[in-house]
T-cell receptor, first 112, second 114 residues
């Protein structure tokens, strides 16, 4: 099946710093989403981005589908950005539709 | 409104109990999902419902029994669980299954089996 790898696994930042999180995937995908999981467990949608570039405030994401990777940029980080960031992809295989396959996540800690 | 609501938020149950987790969405989505997440691990798919019919069962043990009574509701019935079933259970929904639509998650139900 499709493999999803995220890097780095852990990241500690000082408030105000910028960071880039990476997601590599092993096959063509129908869907790629970035999520932020808060300490209470909720998975918050950041981006639906199977290709191209999107920006939302201090966050932006770029997916290069032909090279099978996606990047999440966090600028001017804040303590509220702490948590786990997941990349998840949906296989293009018909009978696997809707099945999101998650990477292992990047655990981000932003220090004041 | 992109909201998936799950109840209860926390549940403690004994190994002989029968309980249910509930999920509701009012976005008109026709695909609904159950995921399971263990501590320090990513979520893993359990079940997918498409137009109220079970579409994917990821070889989940029968002590977990899903039910989709209508297009807005998804239940997960729990019976004779084991302590290793303790986890965060996440419900999600999307416009349709397998069409590359955004998938929205609820806040999850934290389950502890004692």
């Amino acid at each position: 099946g499709i493999q999803v790898e995220q890097s780095p696994p852990d990241l500690i930042l000082q408030e105000g710093a910028n960071s880039t999180l990476r997601c590599n995937f092993s096959d063509s995908v129908n869907n790629l989403q970035w999520f932020h999981q808060n300490p209470w467990g909720q998975l918050i949608n950041l981006f639906y981005i199977p290709s191209g570039t999107k920006q939302n405030g201090r966050l932006s994401a770029t997916t290069v589908a032909t090279e099978r990777y996606s990047l999440l940029y966090i600028s001017s980080s804040q303590t509220t950005d702490s948590g786990v960031y997941f990349c998840a992809v949906e296989s293009m295989i018909y009978n696997q539709g809707g099945k999101l396959i998650f990477g292992q996540g990047t655990e981000l800690s932003v220090k004041p | 409104d992109t909201e998936v609501t799950q109840t209860p938020k926390h549940l403690v149950m004994g190994m002989t109990n029968k309980k249910s987790l509930k999920c509701e969405q009012h976005m008109g989505h026709r695909a609904m999902y159950w995921y399971k997440q263990k501590a320090k691990k990513p979520p893993e798919l359990m079940f997918v419902y498409s137009y109220e019919k079970l579409s994917i069962n990821e070889s989940v043990p029968s002590r977990f029994s899903p039910e989709c009574p209508n297009s807005s509701l998804l239940n997960l019935h729990l019976h004779a669980l084991q302590p290793e079933d303790s986890a965060l259970y996440l419900c999600a929904s999307s416009q349709a299954q397998g069409t590359g639509n955004t998938i929205y998650f609820g806040e999850g139900s934290w389950l502890t089996v004692v």
